[in-house]
């Protein structure tokens, strides 16, 4: 029996809803995000690596059995880390590893789980002030039990940090630095819950100038750097307020994952593209100040997605806000961590 043959209503509208929000840049990018449901003894989570675009075209769904990954975790077992030994082997047909968030969802009672990078929801997460910001803005919405976690390292040590926090009703967790899990019985009240929460949230992105694309394209032009699939990931570059933000540091951490920490910048020779020196690898991606952004052409699709995310994300924070960036110390525990290589290898 694999996923794909599991074939019930609540399933169905789960890959739904996955696919749906996949799709969404504003909601969630590249292999970020993943979705659950628990049934029968077993949780079917995303497999990491995978889009959840790809949950109606593949098989992204694997099985893990949720009573000994629960105590695995209250056990402080490090196996719970990477789960992959409560893998229901014969159920797994796709042979993949199951999300490195699994033992965020499993601490999680509600049947279906839902966790997405929203950008509205990131742009206040990454506000000293963002609690406070979210309890007014959820205020209308007399469902959501909220419970706003602090940043920690994706994985085991945010599911310490949510279970700390967890009542039997919450069914909204901001994460800070990080993005929004909506919790539920059914498929239908998540998607309803995390609509109204992400609208709740919403904040209209600054206008910026088009990009000079022609010049761009001149100034990359024989160097080992293109333009972003994306045009809309210029506008970090282009408005002066998103990139002050962006020059603070890495706010959450796909950033990190897929592009690494913060934001290099490119210098120019005589209208020539000149990496920074003091880097010893070339960065992923580079800003050019009031010109555009350009990413190396090793970039994966999933530092393109992450590219314009910063974009999107920046554009919707106020030039006044407290922003609160990832640490070095932060920074550091996100890159060289085996699961995120692997993470990184699966291809779409
Ligand atoms: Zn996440």
Avoid at 154 to 159: D, E, I, M, R, S
């Amino acid at each position: 029996m694999t996923s794909a043959n599991i074939d019930d209503s609540e399933f169905r509208a789960l890959r739904e809803l996955s696919a749906e929000v996949g799709v969404d840049p504003l909601r969630t990018q590249g292999a970020g995000g993943n979705t659950s449901i628990k049934r029968d003894g077993v949780m079917w989570i995303k497999a990491s690596g995978t889009w959840l675009a790809d949950a109606l075209a593949h098989d992204i769904m694997t099985p893990v059995r949720l009573q000994p990954l629960r105590k695995a975790i209250a056990d402080g077992d490090p196996r719970a880390a990477a789960a992959v030994d409560f893998v229901d082997a014969q159920l797994n047909a796709s042979g993949l590893r199951p999300s490195i968030e699994t033992s965020v969802h499993a601490i999680i009672p509600s049947p279906v789980v839902v966790h997405i990078h929203c950008v509205n929801t990131i742009a206040l997460a990454v506000r000293y002030d963002g609690e406070s910001l979210v309890r007014e803005r959820l205020r209308p919405h007399a469902d959501v039990a909220l419970a706003s976690v602090p940043y920690r390292k994706p994985g085991l040590p945010l599911a310490h940090a949510i279970s700390e926090r967890l009542t039997k009703n919450t069914n909204v967790f901001v994460l800070a630095n990080h993005g929004l899990v909506v919790a539920g019985e059914t498929v239908a009240e998540v998607a309803d819950r995390m609509t109204r929460v992400c609208e709740a949230f919403f904040a209209p992105a600054r206008a910026a100038p088009q990009a000079d694309t022609e010049r761009l394209a001149s100034i990359v032009e024989g160097t080992d750097y293109r333009l972003p699939q994306d045009p809309a990931t210029h506008v970090v570059a282009l408005d002066p307020k998103s990139l002050a933000i962006a020059r603070l540091g890495s706010l959450y951490p796909d950033h990190v994952v897929f592009l690494g920490p913060g934001l290099a910048e490119a210098l120019l020779d005589g209208g020539r593209l000149r990496a920074p020196p003091e880097r010893r690898r070339p960065p992923l991606m580079m800003a050019l100040p009031g010109l555009g952004v350009v990413l190396h052409h090793s970039a994966s699709k999933n530092a393109h997605a992450m590219a314009r995310c910063l974009a999107d994300i920046a554009a919707r924070i106020p030039e006044d806000a407290p922003v609160r960036v990832l640490t070095s110390a932060e920074e550091q525990e996100l890159m060289n961590w085996e699961a995120e290589t692997y993470r990184q290898s699966i291809g779409r």
